[in-house]
């Protein structure tokens, strides 16, 4: 296992959660990568601009990598060297499946509403048992996301433009759990052959790899960026 103490971290958290819960829901997956693209430009005007820029993608924010990793003339700057992409959706691909946990999270959303909805959503991408040992305040902090949850899942849907392999600028580096569900494994694959990119797996890891492996996960990173040529 290796530490990844040479990199310099930004976390941010994505509009409507978290530390970021007071800005509310985004109205379009291009608002999460504006915000994105806006924190890759501040990093890289940082002293250590020689460094590359790495962005790491879990989920949904995968996906939020994969389409801020598309070159423009006037975003140059904001793309990434490399992009590490875990179990990124594939919303345009995946709509009509109606075992999806965001598809009945949606569902549940409009019986119960967005609270019941996020719990539904995390209990279905952790696990119940992952969920039941949550304290309270990291509980409740989930369930307030739940409006930000049910607008990401609805927009990601319809709105998110579904990036080709040529308007990728970054050094694009894939994974999946190996105890992932079926479902997020397929659409991994289906990533890795529509970007022409190799699969990595995290052995004994599902959804929350950074949760469960996190050592593993961090490898994986550093593995990538050492792959990649621009390290």
Do not use: Q
């Not at 509980?139 to 930000?148: C, K, N, V, W």
């Not at 319809?158 to 580096?173: K, L, M, N, T």
């Amino acid at each position: 296992m290796r530490r990844l103490e040479e990199f310099d971290t930004i976390a941010f958290d994505r509009r409507g959660y978290a530390g970021s819960l007071g800005l509310g829901a985004a109205g379009s997956m291009e608002d999460h990568v504006a915000d994105l693209r806006r924190v890759s430009d501040w990093a890289r005007r940082t002293p250590s601009t020689s460094a590359p820029l790495v962005v790491v993608g879990h989920s949904l924010g995968g996906l939020v990598g994969l389409l801020g990793a598309r070159v423009t003339a006037t975003d140059t700057d904001s793309v990434p060297d490399v992009l590490c992409a875990y179990e990124a959706p594939m919303p345009w691909a995946t709509a009509s499946d109606g075992e999806l946990p965001g598809n009945s999270a949606l569902a549940v959303a409009r019986r119960e509403g967005p609270a019941a909805a996020a719990e539904f959503f995390y209990r279905a991408m952790v696990g119940d048992s992952v969920w039941e040992r949550l304290g309270d305040v990291s509980r409740a902090a989930r369930l307030a996301e739940g409006p930000a949850l049910v607008s990401d899942l609805e927009i990601s849907r319809v709105d998110a433009a579904r990036p080709r392999r040529a308007e990728i600028g970054s050094a694009v580096r894939l994974a999946c759990g190996e105890r992932s569900s079926r479902h997020l494994r397929k659409v991994a694959a289906a990533w890795a052959l529509d970007l022409g990119v190799d699969n990595a797996e995290i052995r004994g890891a599902g959804h929350g790899a950074h949760l469960s492996h996190p050592g593993e996960f961090a490898d994986w990173i550093r593995s990538s960026v050492d792959a990649s040529g621009k390290g």
